[in-house]
């Protein structure tokens, strides 16, 4: 099993800058996939980003291009998504998953393992 733990999240004005992070633990693969998604109150969940274990086939959503950037560090087993130019509509719950393949889609019901979330509120 995989265990993974976002953290960083938080209240921002928009325009500001967060970075969660997302430590895996227990098992750990050579080849994965890791994503963010995110939910708004209300809403569907959402893909966000995407990243392979290589760090290479990064894949964002349209709504994020530009702003968010993924990346991962194999030696402390932990992704980041990197939040700049925030926006109101970019609250929601922030959720890291991942795939013990070296890709995946961005249909949340590729990934195998989800962490609990963490909170991102921008207030305008």
């Known amino acids: 099993q995989v265990q993974l733990r976002e953290s960083g999240g938080g209240l921002v004005q928009a325009g500001g800058s967060l970075r969660l992070s997302c430590a895996a633990s227990?098992?750990?693969?050579?080849?994965?996939?890791m994503g963010w998604f995110r939910q708004a109150p209300g809403k569907e969940r959402e893909f966000v980003a995407r990243i392979s274990s290589n760090g290479g086939n990064t894949v964002y959503a349209d709504s994020v291009k530009g702003r968010f950037t993924i990346s991962i560090d194999n030696a402390k087993n932990t992704g980041y998504l990197q939040m700049n130019s925030l926006k109101p509509e970019d609250t929601a719950v922030y959720y890291c998953?991942?795939?013990?393949?070296?890709?995946?889609?961005?249909?949340?019901?590729?990934?195998?393992?989800w962490g609990q979330g963490t909170q991102v509120t921008v207030s305008s």
């Open positions: 998953a991942s795939r013990a393949r070296f890709w995946a889609s961005s249909s949340g019901g590729d990934y195998d393992y």
């Open positions: 227990g098992r750990t693969f050579s080849s994965y996939t």
